[in-house]
């Protein structure tokens, strides 16, 4: 398959250094990411459309990084290419080359969707964070978000366009979600995310937890949603400390003031893992599955995992 030449500079670009380098996040984000060993396991793949000259897979893959970074569609996305020379210079366009359209960005996602590559990714970019020393393995901290789709809602006698969404009630507020959850384990004192996992809203917590679990960290931390007595004995089996918080139960409605005081220094410390979902929604647009189905959403929120990891990145060598 043919692909498409990119990055050549145009006369214009030789008069004007400044555009071609720059100082911002995305700049300093470029010179901290060995890119050629996300290229090696892009491999061949390739999307342009039949009769076109495919845009380079790493390219395209810079291109869904910025998508999650600034919680934009695909034409938003497209749009932002065309006029932003920082997004240029981060993905290998030049002025005069051609930017990706919404529908070749849609399908090259799909691409790695399908071909369960993302995965593959995001295990990467976790090695390359480890050789940098930024993985502390102090303790993971578990925790779970619900994005609602923007697929309609089902009503009477009308399926939703999304058979894998479902509905979830809200906590401390009226109504139900419905959409999809996002499970992650987040390592303590990077804040970087190290496992996730996607869900339709209704699974339990406590479910996908074990999934979460690397047994590398000495310590898990969670609330009360993901204590059983058989977690924390295979926890402290495989010798990581459970610091599972506990909960009241009909036998003993109450806690006791020493599990009480539990809680309170567990809260305490898991309390950062809010702020990674907050920077997910708020900063980074993820408040919304865009896409329909479970392996579509999963690749939504891969994507995104990946983008805050590179954020968080470039904030914790700029400190």
Known sequence: MAVKKTGQFSFVEA?????????????????????????KLLGSLRDGGSGRPAYPALLM????????????????????????????RFVGLALADAVPDHS?????????????????LFGELDKQLDKAGLILRRGTMLDATVIETSAARPGDNRPSSDPDA???????????????????????????????????????DTVPADQLI???????????????HAREAALKARGIKPRL?????????ELPPRLK?????????????????ATLKRRMGLGIIR???LAKATGQVLIAAMAFNMRRWVTLTST
């Open 214 to 228: 690397l047994g590398d960290e000495q310590v898990v931390m969670a609330d009360a949603a993901y204590h059983t």
């Open 261 to 277: 005081r539990y809680n309170r220094l567990i809260a305490r410390r898991r309390a950062a893992v809010e702020t990674t979902f």
């Open 245 to 253: 918080m506990r909960r009241p139960n009909k036998h003993h409605p």
């Open 15 to 39: 008069l004007a250094p400044q555009l071609e380098v720059g100082s911002g996040r995305l700049d300093r984000l470029h010179g901290l990411v060995k890119w050629y060993r996300f290229e």
């Open 61 to 88: 893959f810079k291109v869904l990084l910025l998508q999650s970074l600034y919680g934009l569609s695909d034409m938003e996305a497209e749009e932002a290419l065309a006029d932003r020379l920082s997004f240029r």
């Open 166 to 204: 479902r509905f979830t009630r809200r906590q401390g507020k009226g109504g139900s979600s419905f959409g999809y959850k996002a499970h992650v384990g987040v390592d303590e004192g990077s804040g970087l995310i190290r496992s996730v996992v996607t869900t339709p809203a209704n699974v339990n």
């Open 291 to 293: 896409y329909r189905g």
């Open 104 to 120: 070749t960005i849609c399908r090259f996602r799909n691409l790695l969707v399908e071909r369960g590559v993302l995965e593959k």
